[in-house]
Antibody, heavy 130, light 107 residues
Framework: QVQLQESGPGLVKPSETLSLTCTVS??????????WSWIRQSPGKGLEWIGH???????NYNPSLKSRVTISVDKSKNKFSLKLTSVTAADTAVYYC??????????????????????WGRGTLVTVSS | DIQMTQSPSSLSASVGDRVTITCRAS??????LNWYQQKPGRAPKLLIY???TLQSGVPSRFSGGGSGTDFTLTIGSLQPEDFGTYYC?????????FGPGTKVDVK
């Protein structure tokens, strides 16, 4: 059974870069069946999707964070990572990594793709403070 | 971005009660709607995807319905372990967005 585990500093200074890693066990980031995502949760903004990556390195980011976010994948170490630059107190949150499923849904002969998060890490609290 | 709203924001119900939570999208999202349960200090757990498909291992007392902009999550017979906060999430288009949550307390 696949498990995800976040790791990284719990305290980051304002204006610096937040860096987190998600280690995947019981499965492979190179599996073409899934994408790999970062999601954060703060009291003020609730659950917020940050972005996701495919094993090929193809990424999709939330436009609200796109200018500051980089998600990368290390297939040799079965990990993927998040970098968020120029952080402020507003970036204080619990950060989760998650596996993303994209499935084909057919309704009334119309076909589309549905996206959901089926496996989550435990989450790691990152506080931005000097 | 597609905005998601939920009602009620919180509820308290007794064991055995039938509980329904509503989620509304700011535009039609077909059936691309997912539900999660989160307990304090834990990550969200997927309950239902594609509006009505139960995730493997989730008890059958949970069910989902709706399409377009209006969706429901129903707990057929509330159990003590069902306390927590429930979130909807649209899987229709990026950026994927979540509702603000409905907190469920079991009396």
């Amino acid at each position: 059974q696949v498990q995800l585990q976040e790791s990284g500093p719990g305290l980051v200074k304002p204006s610096e870069t937040l860096s987190l890693t998600c280690t995947v066990s019981g499965g492979s980031v190179s599996s073409g069946a899934y994408y790999w995502s970062w999601i954060r949760q703060s009291p003020g903004k609730g659950l917020e999707w940050i972005g996701h990556i495919y094993y090929t390195g193809s990424t999709n980011y939330n436009p609200s964070l796109k200018s500051r976010v980089t998600i990368s994948v290390d297939k040799s170490k079965n990990k993927f990572s998040l970098k968020l630059t120029s952080v402020t107190a507003a970036d204080t949150a619990v950060y989760y990594c998650a596996r993303v499923q994209d499935i084909i849904v057919v309704i009334d002969a119309a076909q589309g793709v549905e996206w959901y998060f089926d496996v989550w890490g435990r989450g790691t609290l990152v506080t931005v403070s000097s | 971005d597609i905005q998601m709203t939920q009602s009620p924001s919180s509820l308290s119900a007794s064991v055995g009660d039938r509980v329904t939570i509503t989620c509304r999208a700011s535009q039609s999202i077909s059936s691309y709607l997912n539900w999660y349960q989160q307990k304090p200090g834990r990550a969200p757990k997927l309950l239902i995807y594609a509006a009505s498909t139960l995730q493997s291992g989730v008890p059958s007392r949970f069910s989902g319905g709706g399409s377009g902009t209006d969706f429901t999550l129903t707990i057929g017979s509330l159990q003590p372990e069902d306390f927590g906060t429930y979130y909807c999430q649209q899987g229709y288009s990026s950026p994927f967005t979540f509702g603000p949550g409905t907190k469920v307390d079991v009396k």
